[in-house]
């Protein structure tokens, strides 16, 4: 069996962080894209990867400002707390200077641009902000730390904080799981008639928190729990003309441990789109896919969670989502066979997905290609941050 303890995941972090700070291999380019340098890597028809900075470490959240800068969060490693904010600053020659904007923090990975202009940036426990015209004087933490507000538990499996600010002013922050499937310490399975212990509030797992700001004040009143059932919520968006929240799923491992009649779990289960609402309950850990019941959970009644509104391939781990050039951009960080990847989806009227895909950017290999964050840039290029060989890419639609 594959049901790893706590000290297992803790040596296998640890492995991926020095993985992560080693020296990357470098991209092969061949002409311009955008007046970058162009990747030689496979895209769709029209589209281009133009390579803006090279040489970070674990790079996760992106920002591009509308001047031109692009903010990207250097996670450094896992369990690091010399995490840093760095500004790629374009010189109008196809080159990007760096500058540290901020370092010190812990595990740092989501970055939002607030209502009240101000860089916010989501690391374990909490959230910090800061002008960006002096962030040495100004940084404070808003959310957790030695705010009065209470930060998520920054604890588990999937610690790291997400942020999405909604239109109608409040802050939407990922609590991931702090398991895989709801199982023990030492591995051993869950009662199976129980409701997960480590969803329980107060400092419940697998879920979205709502925090709401008096933003005469700037000040963060407290939270609520937006949705919950959803194991690990790295990567939401919202759809500025209806407010629509779309939540990207990643779904749990090892699921051939409790189902020994499958050979692997290469293609099961699917991680998933779906469509947040408020109070909404989507199932995890008891569930997973179309309402189908866990095998830790066989006898869940699944009929009152909602299914996803798209299923996605199995590990595609989406990190990063975007909507950009009329649909849904999602990145596939996955480092198994549905990963290493960029894919775009059309949209209806209300921003919801259809499952009709798209692939901008596949077959992303010499070197395998890792996409984490994702945002658009008011130039309309899609700037999309790349942990596994340490690069900030600018994705483009080339004028026909």
Not at 58 to 66: A, I, N, Q, S, T
Not at 150 to 170: A, I, N, Y
Not at 206 to 222: H, Q
């Amino acid at each position: 069996m594959r049901l790893f303890p706590a000290v297992a995941i803790a040596a296998l972090l640890s492995a991926i962080s020095l993985n992560a700070s080693a020296a990357p291999p470098q991209y092969p380019t061949s002409g311009t894209c955008g007046g970058l340098p162009k990747l030689e890597i496979h895209t769709a028809a029209g589209y281009c990867l133009g390579l803006v900075a090279a040489d970070l470490k674990f790079p996760r959240g992106v920002l591009p400002l509308k001047n031109g800068t692009v903010l990207v969060v250097e996670m450094i490693g896992w369990g690091s707390s010399n995490g840093r904010i760095t500004a790629l600053a374009p010189d109008g020659k196809g080159h990007y200077a760096k500058k540290t904007v901020f370092k010190g923090l812990q595990e740092p990975h989501g970055l939002a641009l607030g209502p009240d202009g101000k860089i916010y940036v989501g690391v374990i426990g909490g959230v910090k902000r800061f002008d960006l015209a002096d962030p040495a004087k100004t940084v404070e933490d808003v959310i957790g730390g030695k705010s009065a507000v209470k930060g998520p538990p920054g604890d588990g499996r999937h610690p790291l904080v997400s942020l999405l600010f909604t239109r109608r002013g409040t802050l939407l922050v990922n609590v991931g799981s702090a398991t895989n499937n709801c199982e023990h310490r030492d591995g051993s399975l869950p009662a199976a008639d129980q409701i997960c212990p480590e969803t329980r509030a107060p400092a419940g797992h697998g879920l979205v928190r709502e925090y709401e700001f008096d933003w005469e004040t700037g000040k963060a009143k407290g939270w609520t729990v937006f949705a919950e059932g959803l194991r690990n919520s790295v990567a939401l968006a919202e759809f500025p003309a209806s407010g629509v929240i779309i939540q990207a799923e990643n779904s749990r491992d090892s699921i051939d441990d409790v189902m020994p009649e499958l050979p692997d779990d290469e293609d099961l289960p699917p991680d998933e789109l779906n469509v947040l609402e408020a109070g909404g309950r989507y199932g995890w850990p008891y569930c997973y896919g179309a309402n189908i019941p866990s095998p830790e959970y066989l006898h869940w009644n699944c009929t009152g969670y909602h299914p996803p509104l798209v299923p996605l391939p199995a590990h595609a781990a989406p990190l990063g989502m975007a909507y950009w050039n009329g649909g849904l951009v999602v990145g596939y960080h996955g480092y198994r066979k549905h990963g290493h990847r960029i894919v775009w989806f059309p949209v209806d009227a209300d921003g919801r997905p259809q499952n009709q895909p798209k692939e901008l950017v596949f077959d992303w290999e010499n070197p395998d290609g890792s996409p984490t964050d994702l945002k658009a840039g008011a130039d309309g290029a899609l700037y999309v941050t790349e942990d596994h060989n340490g690069t900030v890419l600018r994705l483009i639609a080339e004028q026909p």
